[in-house]
């Protein structure tokens, strides 16, 4: 038998992970640290938030989740959501960084439990121009 190859190392070398608290975003970041524990792929968790009241609460789950597991950066970024949205937020990022992958949950936080997939994670999905892989 052959030495384990880890060729998918190379496809998620840096990973951002999008969390809002919803177990779709947690259970994306638990599969990103994952990634981080076997590959040693770098993860960034990023919380896109209009008046930002939860973040310490986000902070702190996250935190308790990843359990000094891996190393990981957290951006908390504020927005003007009559301006933009968490989708353009995202991709921003995305712009500005070079990532590999996106890890996200399929729906976040909306109220409709019936809806498969959410607006961002569609959006980002059909506009990201990195691979993105849902969680559900």
């Given at each position: 038998m052959s030495e384990p190859s880890y060729f998918v190392s190379f496809w998620l070398r840096k990973i951002l992970v999008p969390v809002d608290g919803s177990e779709n975003s947690l259970r994306a970041l638990d599969l990103a640290?994952?990634?981080?524990?076997?590959?040693?792929s770098r993860v960034t968790i990023v919380h896109v938030c209009g008046d930002?009241?939860?973040?310490?609460?986000?902070?702190?789950?996250i935190e308790k989740r990843i359990n000094n597991r891996i190393e990981y950066n957290m951006k908390i970024l504020k927005v003007n959501m009559k301006e933009s949205s968490i989708a353009n937020e995202i991709l921003k990022i995305l712009n500005e960084e070079p990532y590999d992958a996106i890890i996200m949950g399929a729906r976040g936080t909306s109220v409709n439990s019936e809806i498969n997939i959410g607006s961002t994670a569609l959006a980002l999905s059909i506009n990201a121009p990195v691979t993105v892989i849902l969680v559900r």
């Open positions: 640290v994952d990634f981080g524990m076997r590959y040693g930002c009241n939860n973040a310490e609460d986000i902070k702190s789950i």
